[in-house]
């Protein structure tokens, strides 16, 4: 009876998810190019915030602005998904 390490199963476990994330990465890239246009606008908002002398956090209504994104599971050439970005619309811009 051969005695095999455990740590081959782990590895072996390791390369196949990175085989199988590579090959939906892949496969959300081809479909996101084959459609005809798969960016979009979201309304994105910001605030500062910013500790006063007495050291509490006061915030301040910033500017709204638009951020395009992607329509696919991951983020592809330079753009977030807007899966992400809808759910994610308010930016917190910390200042001191």
Not at 14 to 26: E, R
Not at 28 to 56: C, I, Q
Not at 58 to 79: A, I, M, N
Request: proline residues 4%.
């Amino acid at each position: 009876m051969v005695h095999r390490p455990k740590y081959r199963l782990v590895v072996k476990s390791l390369l196949v998810l990175a085989i199988a994330t590579g090959f939906v990465y892949a496969g959300d890239g081809l479909f996101l190019h084959y459609r005809g246009t798969p960016h979009e606008d979201v309304r994105v908002d910001s605030m500062y915030a910013m500790k006063n002398r007495w050291n509490e956090v006061e915030y301040s209504v910033g500017s709204t602005g638009s951020q395009r994104c992607v329509e696919s599971l991951f983020p592809h050439d330079g753009y977030t998904p807007c899966w992400y970005l809808t759910g994610h619309a308010m930016h917190y811009i910390h200042i001191g």
